[in-house]
């Protein structure tokens, strides 16, 4: 039974040149449950108690197919790396022993073998794996480019997580909840204003806005912002030339219309001033 069991989670093994094995820096025993504390930098926040239930059904009835992994802090005291959804589906069906493999690495790497076995296991929501990547790029000075290697990902992938980290709390506590997906969280994350970001946020959910059509409505926010700015560049210019204009005529020019198309106006306020208008024009 043992040796069936660390030949389990090779391929983590595998990518941070750990051993899975009784030598080195592992050790495999079954180990009292209350001996053990939640680890602070798991990056699993939300735990679905329903699944917890079956999966707690599922140990009563089978066993713990896969050991959890723990580190040891003294000499019945121990610290959870990887293994909280097993962990916490044990203690619902009240088993006293859990099997788990025992590191004895420095805390660092302990760090690192948590948040990149925690990100290679399923449901993590993406927040939650955006907050692992950016530990592992801020705590352990590793680069996003190293990390997608690591990870069998591009550093575009590592890249688009972090950013989400960026958008107001309500709307990551709308990716974590499953409100909204991470297609929408990414054409949100290109809308700079905050207050934008979150009127958009509402319609999607109101209107059940799909990811497709979540883009549509971002890009045809950017495509009416360049029209605006385009606008305002013209009325700029169209007023620097009325400036001009009513500086070389002595008046105060008016236009109608656009820099396409329009009129100048250059009013008069009597014959004499009429005269002299037409007389700058070299018209008389």
């Known amino acids: 039974m043992v040796n069936k069991r660390n030949t389990l989670g090779r391929g983590l093994g595998s990518l941070l040149n750990v051993p899975e094995s009784n030598s080195g820096n592992n050790i495999f025993e079954e180990i009292d449950i209350n001996n053990i504390i939640i680890n602070k930098d798991q990056p699993r926040e939300f735990f679905d108690e329903e ?11 089978h066993g713990i197919i896969q050991p959890i992994t723990v580190k040891k802090l003294s000499k019945n005291k121990y610290q959870l790396i990887s293994g909280e959804r097993r962990y916490k589906a044990s203690k619902i069906c009240d088993i006293k022993t859990i099997p788990a493999f025992i590191r004895r690495n420095n805390d660092e790497s302990l760090l690192e073998i948590a948040l990149i076995e925690n990100i290679q296991r399923e449901n993590l929501n993406s927040i939650e794996i955006a907050i692992s990547y950016k530990k592992l790029v801020d705590e352990l000075n590793i680069k996003q480019e190293e990390l997608g290697k690591r990870l069998g990902k591009d550093r575009t992938t590592i890249n688009n997580y972090v950013r989400l980290l960026k958008l107001p709390p309500s709307i990551q506590n709308g990716i974590k909840e499953n409100k909204i997906q991470m297609g929408h969280a990414r054409s949100l994350i290109t809308i700079e204003k905050t207050d934008i970001q979150l009127k958009i946020y509402q319609l999607i959910i109101k209107g059940k806005l799909s990811v497709r059509k979540t883009e549509e409505l971002v890009r045809s926010l950017k495509n009416e ?50 005269n002299r208008i037409l007389e700058l024009l070299d018209i008389i």
């Open 51 to 61: 699944k917890l239930k079956e999966l707690s059904l599922s140990i009563k009835k």
């Open 225 to 274: 912002k360049v029209i605006v700015s385009d606008k305002k560049k013209s009325n700029n210019e169209l007023t620097k030339i009325k400036s001009k204009l009513s500086s070389f005529f002595g008046t105060k020019i008016s236009t109608q219309g656009d820099e396409n198309s329009g009129k100048i106006i250059v009013p008069y306020k009597s014959t004499n001033d009429l």
